[in-house]
T-cell receptor, first 111, second 115 residues
Framework: GQQLNQSPQSMFIQEGEDVSMNCTSS?????WLWYKQDPGEGPVLLIALYKAGELTSNGRLTAQFGITRKDSFLNISASIPSDVGIYFCAGRKSNTGKLIFGQGTTLQVKP | GAGVSQSPRYKVAKRGQDVALRCDPI?????LFWYQQALGQGPEFLTY????????KSGLPSDRFFAERPEGSVSTLKIQRTQQEDSAVYLC?????????????FGPGTRLTVL
């Protein structure tokens, strides 16, 4: 099935460092979302973006909806050990709610 | 309950067996979604309900997969004659309505292993 192109696939960083990951698509989306998934759990919504160019923050997390509507990025500032997990971008094209996900970015943080 | 619940959390089936996976959405949520997540991959859409109506089943991989939500609340995903490639985590999500500003809340998933 269709999936978004998410990079990097994995990151291993030192506590306190900033992190950046992004997601691209060949087609346009109306909504971009960023989720975090811990082992054995379902994805949890971090940030939702609804307008091209929109920049939204949630604590140490900042995400942007690309102007072309074909990409988005997520930044995490001053990483901490509990940021460990898999981050997924997801896009939605229509009002039916169906989401298309990226392959995920696995983040590991070294204390 | 406060969130989406799914049962069982783990299911082991022998190839050829039928399985049924249950989803209890957040009370009052109109929209319900099923996704399949293979190991190391992002979730992939299977099907979508609005109340009891199945409005989109374009993601179901074969006619062995069947989903229902007869009273517009609890949903069941049934897989007949399971195959090894059906091994995955099956995620259920619900939202108050569908579309923008009605984001989906996910359950913990059912991990299906087909031997």
């Amino acid at each position: 099935g269709q999936q978004l192109n998410q990079s990097p696939q994995s990151m291993f960083i030192q506590e306190g460092e900033d992190v950046s990951m992004n997601c691209t698509s060949s087609s346009i989306f109306n909504t971009w979302l960023w989720y975090k998934q811990d082992p054995g759990e379902g994805p949890v919504l971090l940030i939702a973006l609804y307008k091209a160019g929109e920049l939204t923050s949630n604590g140490r997390l900042t995400a942007q909806f690309g102007i072309t509507r074909k990409d988005s990025f997520l930044n995490i500032s001053a990483s901490i050990p509990s940021d460990v997990g898999i981050y997924f971008c997801a896009g939605r094209k229509s009002n039916t709610g169906k989401l298309i996900f990226g392959q995920g970015t696995t983040l590991q943080v070294k204390p | 309950g406060a969130g989406v619940s799914q049962s069982p959390r783990y299911k082991v089936a022998k190839r050829g067996q039928d399985v049924a996976l249950r989803c209890d959405p957040i009370s009052g949520h109109v929209s319900l979604f099923w996704y399949q997540q293979a190991l190391g991959q992002g979730p992939e859409f299977l099907t979508y309900f609005q109340n009891e109506a199945q409005l989109d089943k374009s993601g179901l991989p074969s006619d062995r997969f069947f989903a229902e939500r007869p009273e517009g609340s609890v949903s069941t995903l049934k897989i007949q004659r399971t195959q090894q490639e059906d091994s995955a985590v099956y995620l259920c999500a619900s939202s108050l309505l569908a579309g923008a500003y009605n984001e989906q809340f996910f359950g913990p998933g059912t991990r299906l292993t087909v031997l």
